[in-house]
């Protein structure tokens, strides 16, 4: 099993709609990362949280410590916003990631 | 904006060849990593760095694996006789005590 998984892993959307991505983990953690690799490759760190709520823009990132589960939301999707979302659990300086959630917006 | 640099952006090796693969934290950060993406697969992690001394591996990381930082500024990782199973993307990230990791864009290196 997975120590990291990610839920769905294909995800298309049309330009306005609510995403949803979950993340569920078995491993302790003391921080919960999401990520977004671009087509070209290059991975950028959107949060990282160890409880609650955080939000940056349209992107909104919740967790539940207690059920080791995660989700990020992106509200008024846009085709910018496609790329891979990776989900990273990170304990005493070692991260184990998950595979990712390939998202696509049409416009 | 401070970034993460890493070269070079592309290298192809024949196997059993030595390969480092250097990266450029930013400054004032204290804890690196080390990363790999095999094509088609998920990130893994390799090993963390702080204060001049490794601070985690993963199995991944075995002998033909090392880092270094020579100096005050870069952030070397070693390959000592490369594998085809070793062609994959690594990427280089830092964080400040406390922050979040920053990547680099990374290494994609080819094995032949």
């Known amino acids: 099993k997975n120590e990291v998984e990610q839920s769905p892993q294909n995800l298309t959307a049309q330009e306005g709609e609510f995403i949803t991505i979950n993340c569920s983990y078995s491993?302790?953690?003391?921080?919960l990362h999401w990520l977004q690799q671009h087509p070209g490759g290059g991975i950028v760190s959107l949060f990282m949280?160890?409880?609650g709520k955080k939000k940056h823009g349209r992107l909104i990132a919740t967790i539940n410590i207690q059920e080791k589960h995660s989700s990020l939301h992106i509200t008024a999707s846009h085709p910018r916003d496609s790329a891979v979302y990776i989900c990273?659990?990170?304990?005493?300086?070692?991260?184990?990631f998950g595979a990712g959630t390939r998202l696509t917006v049409k416009p | 904006e401070p970034e993460v640099t890493q070269t070079p952006s592309h290298q192809v090796t024949q196997m059993g060849q030595e390969v480092i693969l250097r990266c450029v934290p930013i400054?004032?950060?204290?804890?690196f990593y080390w990363y790999r993406q095999i094509l088609g697969q998920k990130v893994e992690f390799l090993v963390s760095?702080?204060?001049?001394?490794?601070?985690?591996k993963s199995e991944i990381f075995d002998d033909q694996f090392s880092v270094e930082r020579p100096d005050g500024s870069n952030f070397t990782l070693k390959i000592r006789s490369t594998k085809l199973e070793d062609s994959a993307m690594y990427f280089c990230?830092?964080?400040?005590?406390?922050?979040?990791?920053?990547f680099g864009p990374g290494t994609r290196l080819l094995v032949l």
């Open positions: 990230a830092s964080r400040t005590n406390g922050g979040t990791q920053y």
């Open positions: 491993v302790g953690i003391s921080a």
């Open positions: 949280l160890s409880s």
């Open positions: 990273a659990a990170y304990n005493n300086n070692d991260m184990r």
């Open positions: 400054s004032n950060h204290l804890y």
């Open positions: 760095f702080y204060n001049n001394e490794i601070s985690e």
